[in-house]
């Protein structure tokens, strides 16, 4: 009888796992998932850290009484309910929407018209560009100083307009001396952001413009303006965030005075919880301050969404 090869095992002539070159691609993915992963991970950890923790443990807090000394005592719904009736609340909350219509519509337009102005190339754009921007690197506190000083009766301000007005001593000058100094500062910003929406735009419709006979203003409101709706719903929600968050120039140059005209949100919240140790009522207008940032940006972007799709 003839020798015959013993057959074998059909299991021992199947290909691996790794040789099916599915399985390969797999792992392959599944790498550059963990890997990209691993790189991201040291920011996700430091912003639960510093940012999801904190939030959590302000809305932890406003329910409760606490001093930072004593043991916390459960609260309710009480410091939440205070703000309904704190007249102080209500001045901050009216002073930072002051803050707000006073600076940012005149930063933008400034901001826009100058982006306008320098987008085209000419001798000498580099260094306006620069000289705008200057202001934003400057930081706040030294700012804030500076122009605390040039607004000293008999000041340079004063100097410059004839007349001694003691800006950061009365009621009626504070809020616009510092929202002059914050224009000032912040218009290169926005500048730079519009800027970056303006260079986006093809010049082949201006051309066509052009040929049509359009002006320049034609030109800016049927194509620059409906063109840059992305960017002025960045700038507005920015905007938005910054202002009801600012203090600094507030605490620097009037404390949140005269009589608390110059008070905003964020101050108060600042002198309630580390100034009189009331910190479940500083925490509920934490909370109360950051649902309010994240509704009006949501409104916002609903808003610029749906004029988008129209």
Do not use: C
């Not at 599944?30 to 959590?56: E, I, N």
């Not at 949140?256 to 949100?265: E, N, V, W």
């Not at 301050?289 to 409104?299: H, P, Q, S, V, W």
Request: hydrophobic residues 50%.
């Amino acid at each position: 009888m003839p020798h015959q090869r013993r057959a074998e095992p059909a299991l021992s002539r199947a290909p691996s796992m790794s040789a099916i070159p599915g399985r390969r691609l797999l792992t392959y993915h599944r790498r550059k998932q963990v890997t990209g992963f691993l790189f991201v991970l040291p920011v996700l950890v430091f912003f639960a850290v510093f940012s999801v923790y904190p939030m959590l443990k302000a809305f932890q807090i406003s329910f409760f009484d606490w001093d930072l000394v004593s043991p916390m005592k459960f609260a309710g719904l009480k410091n939440y309910a205070s703000l309904l009736s704190s007249t102080s609340f209500h001045q901050s909350f009216k002073v930072t929407w002051t803050y707000i219509a006073m600076v940012y519509p005149v930063a933008w337009t400034l901001g826009f018209a100058l982006a306008v102005l320098l987008r085209d190339n000419f001798p000498g754009r580099s260094f306006f560009r620069t000289a705008f921007f200057l202001p934003v690197v400057f930081p706040m506190i030294g700012v804030s100083l500076a122009w605390w000083v040039m607004y000293q009766p008999g000041g340079l301000v004063d100097g410059i307009i004839g007349k001694t007005l003691n800006w950061m001593t009365r009621s009626r000058y504070a809020m616009p001396g510092i929202a002059i100094m914050e224009i000032w500062r912040e218009t290169g910003y926005w500048m730079v952001l519009f800027l970056v929406g303006l260079q986006n735009i093809h010049t082949e419709y201006y051309e066509a413009a052009s040929i049509d006979g359009a002006s320049a203003w034609q030109k800016i409101r049927y194509i620059t303006l409906p063109l840059m709706k992305p960017v002025f719903s960045l700038v507005v929600i920015i905007s938005l965030i910054w202002g009801m968050q600012v203090i600094v120039p507030m605490y620097v140059m009037t404390r949140g005075g005269p009589g608390g005209t110059t008070r905003t949100l964020l101050m108060l919240i600042y002198e309630t919880g580390l100034r009189d140790w009331r910190m479940g009522a500083a925490s509920a207008m934490s909370v109360v301050l950051l649902l309010l940032m994240l509704a009006l940006t949501a409104i916002q972007l609903r808003l610029f969404r749906e004029r988008g799709e129209n």
